[in-house]
């Protein structure tokens, strides 16, 4: 007579881990969420200055921007130009004071037509300061 | 004849222990996503040269609907350099990076005020940006 094999293997995992594994499985995702840093360009702009100090600065190069276009010292530049535009310009200036950049941008341009044109004056060696157009308050009687 | 007391053992199983430690994470995650701004709506702009952005306190957002948020909560530009001041109080120059995030259509009326701001409180700007695709 041939006796059956009684013994029973636990295939199972016990039931009381579950939370254990959750809790597991949530950090290894949050840890994978939070390892991947943002990448970005550091840009330095110098402190403000008042409309007397500008006076110092007409050896400047100026870069004005419009919705789609760039203008170099007041002469439209094609984008595809502007890179080599600029080095030029820089290299023949030798202070870092002659080396700042003036861009000075119309209230329509978009950003990414903006970080494109400071990034080229960055890496070309630039310092870039942004003229802005102060507000003033007029009180009216 | 003195019968002696019997002693009940009141201890927490210890079976909750996961599922405690499960809520207490769940917690702390919600906690966290409110000075988030993961959940805001904005398309990065792109640029080259791009370098890994230093862990920062601060965070400006400029979002598709051109609204501005610090650290994940609305503000407006008047305040926004009185609090990154607040922010980067006692942080040494090199130790002061604010991450800008812009969407790509926002005008320059918009960004450059915040620009500004950020500037004048003293912080070191990182715009965060994608790397440009050919």
Redesign the interface.
Known sequence: MRIARTTKLLVEPPS????????NL??FF?VCASVQ?????????P??ETAEDQQQQTENIEVQ?TRTAVLVNGEAVPMPRFATRIKSLLAAKTSPAEKVVIVK????????H???VT?TID?AGGTIT?Q?EEEREIVVP | MKISRRSARAEVPS?????I??NL??FF?ILARAQDDSHLQWTP?????????SNSVVSVL?DADSKLYLNGQQIGVAQLAGRIEGLLEGAPPGER?V??K????????R???V??AI??AGG????????VRD
């Open positions: 009381s881990a579950t939370g254990d594994i959750a809790f949530i950090v949050l840093p943002d990448r970005g360009r550091l840009q330095n702009l402190a403000s921007l941008s119309r209230p329509d341009t978009p950003y990414h903006w970080i494109d990034s890496d942004l802005l | 079976m909750a222990m996961g599922d430690a499960f994470l769940i995650v702009a792109e640029a080259k040269n791009l370098q890994n952005a400029i990076p991450l800008v812009v969407h790509n259509e926002a005008l320059a009326q960004f450059e005020p620009i500004e500037s004048e070191e700007l990182v715009h965060i940006v994608e790397e």
